[in-house]
């Protein structure tokens, strides 16, 4: 069994896609954002990044002991659980698939994965006198890394070529919300093409619907005070928690 430490979010649906799709047993453990879950000692014990999505592995593969083995940050625990099945990966000995998996893993936890998160900020929570170059920038950055993808799809499928794999898992959320990021994908035709190929996956479909109407979706726009003591408050409560004063 899996503890999977979640939220509806896209970095959360990239581990859904996964365990839904090996069929994989997981004990679903609700991550609530907006109540601080994130900074609980047996969340931090897992994640110490504070972040979600995180997995507990009770029933790890050889060579990793008999101890429940912690995994955080999606990409590492995407590759963990495919060593552990065996799927959505290339064997460890094609090197030149294997090394295609690692830049576009690396590729969406670098480009892609931050500017989308980075332009959601600036469309959703930022104060609105401080919102449009933000936005502007971050749509601008986010719409390259789109490119980069549209090129990639040329004559392909999926990311890897023919074969579905935990690289198009990690990459498919932040594309799927697109629009609600205030984007379009009718510049990139073979990145929509490849969105709903991915959806239309019962898996895709599963993992996306996982809390769906959770505390997490629904809510509307939230603002933040825009000062730094705001934002550091975090950066604080985890030296707190490290020096044992939390």
């Known amino acids: 069994m899996i503890d999977f430490h979640y939220a509806p979010t896209p970095n959360g649906w990239k581990v859904a896609i996964m365990l839904e799709e090996c069929g994989l047993d997981y004990d679903l453990k609700p991550v609530r954002l907006h109540e601080g879950d994130q900074f609980a000692p047996d969340f931090l014990a897992i994640s110490p990044n504070a972040k979600m999505p995180a997995i507990l592995d009770h029933a790890p593969a050889e060579g990793f002991g008999d101890a429940p083995v912690p995994v955080f940050e999606s990409a590492a625990i995407l590759l963990y659980l495919a060593e552990k099945t065996g799927r959505f990966a290339p064997p460890e000995a094609d090197r030149l698939a294997r090394k295609d998996l690692m830049e576009w893993l690396f590729w969406q936890t670098g480009s892609q994965g931050p500017m989308g998160g980075q332009l959601s900020h600036y469309r959703n929570y930022a104060p609105e006198a401080e919102r449009d170059y933000g936005f502007r920038r971050y749509l601008g950055e986010y719409e390259r890394t789109m490119a980069v993808l549209e090129n990639r799809l040329k004559d ?89 004063e939390a």
């Open 156 to 244: 392909r499928d999926h990311i890897l070529g023919e074969a579905y794999s935990i690289a198009d898992m990690q990459a498919f959320p932040w594309a799927f919300i697109a629009k609600p990021l205030g984007s379009s994908l009718d510049r990139f035709p073979n990145v929509a093409e490849w969105r709903e190929r991915l959806k239309s996956r019962p898996a895709v479909r599963r993992a996306i619907d996982l809390m769906k109407d959770g505390q997490n979706r629904g809510e509307g726009k939230r603002t933040v005070d825009n000062d730094s003591g705001t934002f550091n408050q975090n950066a604080d409560r985890l030296l707190a928690i490290g020096r044992g």
